[in-house]
């Protein structure tokens, strides 16, 4: 899991996209890196956390859920676009 703690946001960023497709195919694989993919809910960059909202979502972690339901707060639209969206509170 080393990429999702690389100092490049497109590393993050593309580490973390990596995990939502793997993780809609197989929720086990991801399951190692949930605790650094909550962490990375709050990186600076939005494209981060919308990668890792998609990974954490795509492995199912119900656990995560309660950091996922308050997206509003986000400053990022894409970030509250694909968490409401996929939560199904458009």
Do not use: F, I
Not at 3 to 21: C, F, G, I, Q
Not at 27 to 41: G, M, Q, R, W
């Amino acid at each position: 899991m080393a990429p999702l703690n690389d100092e490049e946001r497109a590393v993050r960023e593309w580490a973390a996209l990596v995990l939502a497709y793997v993780g809609s195919a197989s929720a086990s694989d991801v399951e190692p890196a949930v605790p650094k993919l909550l962490e990375l809910l709050s990186d600076e960059h939005g494209s981060v956390r919308k990668n890792a909202s998609l990974a954490l979502l795509a492995a199912g972690a119900q656990s995560t859920l309660p950091a996922l339901r308050d997206p509003k707060d986000d400053q990022d639209p894409a970030v509250r676009r694909v968490v409401l969206s996929v939560l199904g509170e458009r």
